[in-house]
């Protein structure tokens, strides 16, 4: 679509005219989308907006018009240069920079405080960056210098932005302006280019082959040694913390970046025009950033810490031609204008879930000479929107697939444009990317592993040992008293990483003996669960309840007042629970799902279908404060339909409860929200139709017993803020009814997270920071002996901040006063141990200090990050350690980890798999959850599937352990495999594979990622497959040698005459003692894959 033509002839086309002609123009009175509109005509200019929110949004409304766009964000923090920043905004600016300066960009959109802040010198960064073409030679041999240079780091195996890998002629390379998870991977020949492909890093599989890639810089430094040197030595006011980390730094020394040559905002950016989106905020945001730079600065340089001044400016003039919009009739304090005009502003309505306006509205339009156009962003909403203005008979307007965020009118060319966002409303949460790559579940050098047979042991290393001719890799595995336990990588699958908790196991004998009393013990006790669940399950699958209507129009009409787009899973956990209802069966469902996620959301919905009926509902949590959040969550949401709800806990009266009882009694109540209290026997239901129950696990001994006898014939959901694992989701399927979420809400800003060290000035300039926005803070100091006297230091340092302090051994009276009253804003600064690691919500606390996070793991670090960030605000997260402290490679990595907020890689999923066994032990209980401790929860989940399996009638083989003799070298040569995590995770790959199709899949993503597949991993390969297909028909261990295969068995009468027949058929013979199937010749390795895979093929499809 032209949006040019659409725009003739009017006042836009006019103030276009008049820019062209070299006037700097005020416009009056435009709304967003004409703004936005106007603006992207221009041939080429930068867009800047008043704050971050309003820029995104700009910036996808300009995306839609024209794609040579890109958004340019500030760094979260411009004045703490030793402040390890989260990649997303660094990214997002080092692309933008790239983009600029290489010419690519022709539009770019911001905000004030990243105008303000420092840009490098404009031709040294475009010189950082490389571009690759097909066909074009590159010096090969200089490429990792120049990537060095670049800031990039040199790894064995890409996994992370910024990262590079050369294996061979292969280069892998992570650039920052890649979505998340992709790479480039350069195949040369020579120094010339030969193929150029994207690559999935969580996978290593290539994706799609290009014909060339743009590498942009990793780093804002734009200098050699030389003036490093320089600057260390001319930098008096940070020397002594210069010296310190040039003495260790990394390739980015981003911590220096304040001391180098710049370019100012206008010479970098160099686009002929500039729009201001609203003139008077952008202005007020460039004074209100600088009076806060200047205020925070002097905080710094008057407790001594080091600084370096300059990084922020609040000259943001431009050297091109000036449009600046006005929402209001104010004075243009950004530039003098040469023109002024002024747009009749009306705002196109949202039609979301209102077909009849949108059609009343084009009658009417049409009807009064208005051109209308509908950019519906995809065919199936142009097709359905189609068919509703045809049944309305509303004619004349044009449908595009074409999409466009935000609509816009202009009346003097009578024009309307309806965007997709007012045709359908805010766009649905994006789906998580989620890696293939499962290293967290894979046993790597050091850990604990559990072995199918004998136990608990601790991976000690992998070694090469030839015996019998043929060399092969091992695992070794230590035991009890010092015994080892030597096994063929191919029978890696036969070991599963020890996760069950946070204390080291017990080491088992080896042998198998005392095992396999174990998990006899533990399948007793797991059947014995699995049947009193399942019979359950059973019961209430039989149990008559109320049948509820199919007919879903008033709960739609509740969920288009939902603020938000709804993710995919809760969509889909929604549908389950009325599925149920609508069953007649009695429901009792377990609705899973990290903090912030979207539960209250769906058991509200749940509850007004319920409420709708003339059925009450009670909302039960664990704790007083939890229940005052739902309360108040659920009178917001339910406001607007006269739903009466009211609130039994102690913040109640005795006589408010009392009133409250006989309402509730008399059916005048339709949701009951509170504590335990609504387990007491004076509390009386007229109809009870739905108990949600919030965290049960968390509930009292007696008052899970009472919940007992109320969940027998009543409708339930069960709400965990701990998030399971799908495995275990899995195996209890038919013995548990579960809904899962996934997926965090599309509206999650990522809290900007910083690792650094601890020092009175961070303190007093980050609260200070929170609390000049009118917000909250979080201290987490975990040391509950010597709380006090920290928070004494605190106030001593913050002055008369009104400040708290709660922890767990405190009254829990106490305790629930100071918590509730922190969070209705009575104080600003609240000093807690990690006992706000599971609490309520506080929206207004977006700024976390943790004390000692070193000492903390990663999944508590990740889940007390999740306690700030649940509002349109940006928040900020300091994770910090002793001033001068040296850390431990692996508390490093772990403090790394939790700053990658967006990148799911190996650190966040350890912390989420650390999380889901914690919501295991929720969901099963403490007895189950000592059982999965006793045999790793990878081994207890296998152990559940078979219990569930049995009691259903299945028959379960238990797995055998073959051992294949061979005569020739299977192992995966170290020069092929550098990176041990990933050669690891190969060996298990390797040791699953069941077919010649899965094997050759292999070798080809192998010779993607690595090169052609050296003989030895082929010979591994083929040893792995014939031990799986052997067990596969019940052999007990094979031999696969040069000249002569055979497979045996423990008992002549296992093979039987269909077996016999097929060996026969491909070249075998029956040998009787020891019975076994034997295959001769130079021939006999494919002609036992051969048998072996025609069996397995048969056995299935029999």
């Known amino acids: 679509m032209n949006f040019k033509d659409l725009l003739s002839g009017g006042i836009a086309a006019k103030i276009l005219k008049e820019l062209k002609d070299g006037k700097d123009v005020s416009v009056l009175n435009a709304h967003f989308g004409q703004r936005t509109v106007i603006s992207a005509m221009l041939p080429s200019f930068v867009y800047v907006c008043s704050d971050y929110v309003i820029a995104k949004k700009a910036y996808e409304q300009i995306s839609c018009i024209r794609d040579d766009v890109v958004y340019l964000p500030a760094l979260a923090d411009p004045l703490n240069y030793t402040r390890i920043c989260a990649g997303d905004e660094v990214n997002e600016r080092l692309k933008a920079l790239y983009m600029i300066s290489s010419g690519k960009a022709k539009a770019v959109v911001t905000y004030a405080a990243a105008i303000m802040q420092l840009f490098p010198a404009r031709e040294l960064f475009s010189g950082l960056g490389l571009r690759l073409k097909k066909g074009k030679e590159e010096d090969f041999a200089a490429i990792p210098d120049r990537l ?196 009749q502003d009306t705002q196109v309505l949202s039609y979301r879930r209102n077909p009849i306006a949108l059609c009343d509205d084009i009658k009417n339009w049409v009807a009064n000479g208005y051109r209308v156009t509908l950019l519906c962003g995809d065919e199936k909403l142009k097709y359905n929107l189609e068919e509703t203005l045809d049944r309305n008979k509303a004619f004349g307007a044009t449908l595009s697939s074409q999409k466009l965020d935000t609509g816009f009118i202009f009346h003097d060319i009578k024009q309307v444009v309806i965007g997709t966002y007012d045709l359908v409303g805010h766009k649905s949460a994006a789906k998580v990317r989620r890696s293939k790559k499962d290293a967290f579940t894979m046993a790597q050098v050091g850990d604990y592993v559990v072995h199918e047979v004998h136990g608990i042991g601790i991976c000690e290393s992998v070694e090469k040992m030839t ?219 007229k109809d009870l139709g739905l108990l949600i129950l919030d965290e049960e696990q968390r509930f009292g001994v007696e008052a899970k017993e009472k919940l007992k006898l109320l969940k027998n014939n009543v409708n339930v959901l069960t709400l965990s803020a701990t998030p399971i694992p799908r495995t275990l989701h899995m195996s209890m399927t038919g013995i548990r009814d579960m809904s899962v979420l996934h997926t965090p809400p599309a509206e999650r800003i990522p809290v900007q997270t910083y690792v650094t060290e601890y020092s009175e000035s961070l303190l007093k300039d980050a609260v200070t920071r929170e609390l000049g926005r009118g917000g909250q803070v979080f201290i987490v100091y975990n040391r509950v002996e010597t709380i006090e006297k920290f928070a004494a230091n605190v106030r001593a340092v913050l002055g008369d901040v009104k400040l708290s302090v709660a922890h767990g051994q405190m009254k829990e009276s106490v305790l629930e006063r100071t918590i509730s009253y922190f969070a209705e804003g009575g104080t600003d600064v609240l000093i807690a141990s990690t006992i706000i690691e599971n609490g309520i919500d506080m929206p207004n606390a977006n700024t976390m200090i943790v004390i000692d996070s070193d000492r903390l793991g990663l999944s508590q670090l990740y889940q007390l990050r999740g306690r700030i960030g649940r509002s349109n605000k940006l928040a900020y997260a300091f994770f910090t350690y002793d001033d001068g402290k040296l850390l431990s490679e692996a508390a490093y990595k772990r403090l790394e980890a939790v700053t990658q907020y967006t990148e799911f890689g190996s650190g966040f999923k350890i912390a989420m798999r650390d999380l889901e066994i914690r919501g295991a032990g929720d969901v099963l209980g403490k007895a189950q959850h000592g059982h999965m401790e006793k045999v790793g929860y990878d081994m207890y989940c296998k152990i559940l599937k078979e219990a569930v399996a049995e009691l259903g009638g ?149």
């Open 148 to 343: 060095v240079k670049a800031g990039y780091r040199r790894v064995l195996q890409v996994d992370g932005s910024g990262q590079f890998a050369v294996r061979g002629d292969i280069l892998d390379i992570s650039p920052p302006s890649l979505p998340v998870g992709t790479g480039i991977r350069v195949e040369f020949f020579g120094d010339e280019a030969d193929t150029i492909k994207k690559f999935d890093y969580f996978t290593q599989l290539s994706t799609e082959e290009i014909d060339e890639a743009d590498i942009c810089p990793n780093t804002f430094v734009t200098v050699g040694e030389a003036d490093l040197s320089k600057i260390k030595g001319n930098a008096d006011a940070i020397r002594a913390d210069i010296e310190q980390k040039l003495s260790k730094a990394d390739n980015s020394l981003s911590f220096i970046y304040p001391l180098l040559p710049h370019s100012t905002f206008s010479e970098f950016v160099k686009m002929p025009y500039i729009v201001y989106d609203d003139a008077k905020q952008v202005a007020d945001s460039v004074k209100i950033a600088m009076t806060e730079y200047n205020s925070r600065l002097k905080s710094i340089i008057l407790s001594g810490a080091p600084y370096v001044e300059g990084q922020l400016s609040d000259d943001v003039s431009y050297n091109g031609g000036k449009l600046a919009f006005h929402s209001v009739n104010s004075a243009n304090r950004l530039f003098t204008p040469t023109a002024v005009e002024t747009v």
């Open 467 to 685: 015996m019998g001719g043929s060399t092969r890799d091992y695992i070794v595995i230590r035991y009890r008293d010092g015994d080892k336990l030597f096994v063929p990588v191919e029978n890696m699958d036969s070991l599963s990483k020890y996760v069950a908790g946070e204390e080291q196991p017990k080491l088992s004998k080896i042998g198998g003996a005392d095992f396999a009393k174990v998990k006899a013990k533990v399948k007793a006790s797991v059947k014995e669960m699995a049947f009193s669940l399942l019979e359950l399950y059973a019961k209430r699958q039989k149990c008559e309840g109320h049948i509820y209507s199919s007919d879903l129009t008033l709960l739609k009409d509740f969920e288009a007042t939902f603020p938000y787009a709804p993710t995919d899973d809760q969509i889909a956990a929604v549908n389950d629970c009325i599925a149920d209802l609508t069953s007649g069966k009695v429901m009792d469902r377990l609705l899973c799902g990290d903090v912030g996620y979207g539960k209250t959301e769906v058991a509200l919905r749940v509850a007004f279908k319920v409420i709708e009926e003339g059925k009450q509902v009670a909302f039960i949590s664990p704790t007083t404060i939890l229940s005052d959040q739902h309360y108040r969550t659920a009178s917001k949401r339910m406001h607007d339909f006269g739903i009466n709800i009211k609130c039994f806990n102690r913040f109640r009266t005795a006589s408010e409860i009392k009133t409250d009882l006989d309402l509730l009694s008399q059916g005048k109540i339709d949701m009951a929200v509170g504590t335990h209290r609504l387990l007491s026997g004076d509390v009386k239901f």
């Open 954 to 1102: 299945e028959e379960t083989k238990q797995q055998r352990e073959i051992k294949v003799a061979i005569d020739f070298p299977a192992f995966i040569p170290d020069g092929y495999v550098t990176d041990e995590e990933w050669r690891m995770e190969l060996y298990s790959r390797i040791a699953s594979i069941k077919s010649q199709q899965e094997a050759a899949k292999l070798f080809e993503e192998l010779k993607d990622v690595y090169g052609e597949p050296p003989q030895s991993v082929r010979n591994l390969t083929a040893t792995a497959m014939v031990k799986n297909l052997a067990r596969e028909i019940g052999a007990s261990k094979a031999t696969f040698k040069r000249n002569e295969c055979s497979v045996y068995f423990n008992m002549a009468k296992e093979i039987t005459k269909e077996t016999a027949a097929a060996a026969n058929a491909t070249g075998g013979a029956v040998m009787l003692s020891p019975p076994r199937l034997t295959f001769s010749g130079a021939s006999c390795q494919k002609n036992l894959i051969n048998f072996l895979s025609k069996c397995v093929f048969a056995a299935k499809n029999s």
